[in-house]
Structures are given as structure tokens and as C-alpha cells.
């Protein structure tokens, strides 16, 4: 069962922002949203993560909708090493999710000179 | 350097030979599991680990088998590896539910 639903694929000019949506509409109360990137077939990397306010790091910016069924990663300024597979998973303090994490077949996207 | 150490990282082997993947964490985490990515697939958790002697399935546990004995270790077992368990592997740990995941490099399997 998938928990998030993200678009296969995405393309973004080099040095615009990048704007990556994950739909999770089932999210409980519990469960946080993290996002990971995969560049090539290394081991994913953790980006972000949020519960329902807005966060912000060096690398991203996360963007939860109010009813929390949505989330938009921001990449401010993308550059060609950001070509990458982006994975949006939810994961609970407790219950199933917990564990059990589902990360589906993420979002690739390909950053253009 | 904390990380998470998978063993090894290729490997070719033949079918019915049985073959385990070591996965160490020097970070004293609770949580540890197992994925498997396949093209056009994406990631897929074979198992997991909430602490230790505790473990359960995730989505794709069938030919597979964990134990967790220690907190630093989480091998994955194939008992009799089949050229359909030909993948690339990931192991994960993190400090409990709800953290930040570190992955491991990854080990990539063929299974002739």
C-alpha cells in the first residue's frame, strides 16, 4: 500500500528552484513526512523532515499543507549535483508506520544546464 | 566516522548456495532493516528490526531471512538465493521509530 504518491519525474533548470510534491493524503497525527535522496545507486540521504510546520535547512525547505495531506520539498537554487531520485516516505512515533516504511519508486529529477 | 557497514559490497554467487549479507551500525541504534531496489521498482523493505531479538516482515520478505542477536548487527540470510533475488541491497538503521534513517553504501547481488 502505497502512503505517498509522488510524479515519476521532474526536470528543473539549473539554478531555479525545484519544487518536488508528495501526496499523502491517509497521513495519521503521529507520523512525521521525511524526504531522501538517492544520487545514482548510492544509499539514500537523508534531506528533511517535518510533522506540520514548515522546516528549513542548508540543503531544502519543506512545505506541509495545513491539512497536512500534501508536502512540497524546495530546492532554493538547483545545480547539476542535485540530479538525483527523491524519495518522500511518512514514518509514525508509533504503530506500523513505525517500522514499516514504505519509500515506492520516488521522484527523479534531472537538473539541466 | 558514524555509518552503517555493509558486507560485501558485490558479490556473483550460483543458485541454492547460501550467502549472507553482514550490516554493522556503530551509532548504538535501536531501529535496523533490510530494502531491496530493483529497476522500475523503487525501494522495497525486505525486513526490520525495532531493537534487539526483534524482528518482522516488511513487503518483500519471501526467500529472505534477519536475525538481530546483537544491537551494532542485522545480517540478511539467503538460505538458497535464486536469480530472482538478484538486486541491489540496502541496509538502514536509525536511532528509534521516527528518525533519521543513515543507509548503508549498498551490495549489489547476482545470482546466476
Known amino acids: 500500500d502505497a502512503k505517498t504518491t509522488q510524479p515519476p519525474s521532474m526536470d528543473c533548470a539549473e539554478g531555479r528552484a525545484a519544487n518536488l510534491p508528495c501526496n499523502h493524503s491517509?497521513?495519521?497525527?503521529?507520523?512525521?513526512v521525511y524526504w531522501y535522496r538517492q544520487i545514482h545507486s548510492q544509499g539514500p540521504q537523508y534531506i528533511i523532515h517535518g510533522l506540520k510546520n514548515n522546516e528549513t535547512n542548508e540543503m531544502a525547505s519543506l512545505i506541509i499543507t495545513e491539512d497536512r495531506k500534501s508536502s512540497t520539498l524546495i530546492l532554493p537554487h538547483a545545480t547539476l549535483r542535485d540530479t538525483a531520485v527523491y524519495y518522500c516516505i511518512v514514518r509514525g512515533l508509533y504503530g506500523g508506520s513505525q517500522g514499516n516504511l514504505i519509500f515506492g519508486k520516488g521522484t527523479k529529477l534531472s537538473v539541466k544546464p | 566516522e558514524a555509518q552503517v557497514t555493509q558486507n560485501p559490497r558485490y558479490l556473483i554467487t550460483v543458485t541454492g548456495k547460501k550467502l549472507t549479507v553482514t550490516c554493522s551500525q556503530n551509532m548504538n541504534h535501536e531501529y535496523m532493516s533490510w530494502y531491496r531496489q530493483d529497476p522500475g521498482l523503487g525501494l522495497r523493505q525486505i525486513y526490520y528490526?525495532?531493537?534487539?531479538?526483534?524482528?518482522d516482515k516488511g513487503d518483500v520478505p519471501e526467500g529472505y531471512k534477519v536475525s538481530r542477536k546483537e544491537k551494532r548487527n542485522f545480517p540478511l540470510i539467503l538460505e538458497s538465493p535464486s536469480p530472482n533475488q538478484t538486486s541491489l541491497y540496502f541496509c538502514a538503521s536509525s536511532i528509534s521509530g521516527a528518525n533519521v534513517l543513515t543507509f548503508g553504501a549498498g551490495s549489489r547481488l547476482t545470482v546466476l
Open positions: 528490526s525495532m531493537n534487539v531479538e526483534v524482528t
Open positions: 491517509t497521513i495519521s497525527g503521529n507520523e512525521y
